[in-house]
């Protein structure tokens, strides 16, 4: 099997105007339209980080009615300031990755994708619009950082990504704008 590679960072914020607020106001860029998950209850905005990377602002969508299960990115539980909260990485086959992953590190859900059930502004060429970030480097920081690096070992190979010894859980992002290299944490 293939590594994964980052698909794309969430940040998360109880309501998605604020969330996107906040992430542009630390990037100094706009962040673009994105769209509903009626399958979860939730809706977010969008920021291309170059090709095949993107970060995520998500939130719970006061308009949607809630999902029969709990939120990705337990967002159910979600309070306090938007953050960055979570990685995302794509792999070849989820079925067989997740066999190859510690447990618990989740289950395989059929989101529709035939027939476009959720709402997204998608630009003609399909890509989120290039508003010149680029992520430098993402940072997770475990209070039991090898066990974190054996489990990931093979499963998510990407220079970008660094683990770092630690008291408390953290992610940390560091994106070059055209403003500069900003951190979201």
Not at 1 to 8: E, T, V, Y
Not at 103 to 131: K, N, Q, T, Y
Not at 132 to 144: A, D, W
Request: proline share 8%.
């Amino acid at each position: 099997m293939a590594p994964g590679q980052l698909d794309h960072l969430v940040v998360a914020a109880q309501r998605l105007e604020a969330g996107a607020a906040a992430v542009e106001a630390t990037l100094g860029v706009t962040l673009a339209p994105g769209g509903a998950h009626p399958q979860m209850g939730t809706h977010n905005r969008l920021l291309s980080l170059g090709e095949g990377l993107y970060l995520e602002v998500i939130s719970v969508n006061p308009a949607a009615a809630g999902p029969r299960r709990p939120r990705w990115f337990d967002l159910d539980c979600f309070a306090g300031q938007p953050r960055l909260t979570n990685w995302v990485a794509r792999c070849e086959n989820l079925k067989e990755a997740l066999a190859l992953a510690p447990p618990g590190s989740g289950e395989i859900h059929d989101l529709a994708r035939g027939d476009f059930r959720w709402r997204m502004a998608i630009p003609a060429d399909g890509r989120l619009p290039d508003a010149g970030c680029r992520l430098r480097r993402l940072t997770l920081v475990h209070p039991e950082a090898a066990a974190l690096r054996v489990a990931l070992s093979g499963l998510v190979e990407d220079p970008r990504l660094a683990l770092e010894e630690g008291a408390e859980t953290a992610l940390r992002a560091e994106i070059a704008t055209p403003h500069g290299v900003r951190v979201l944490a």
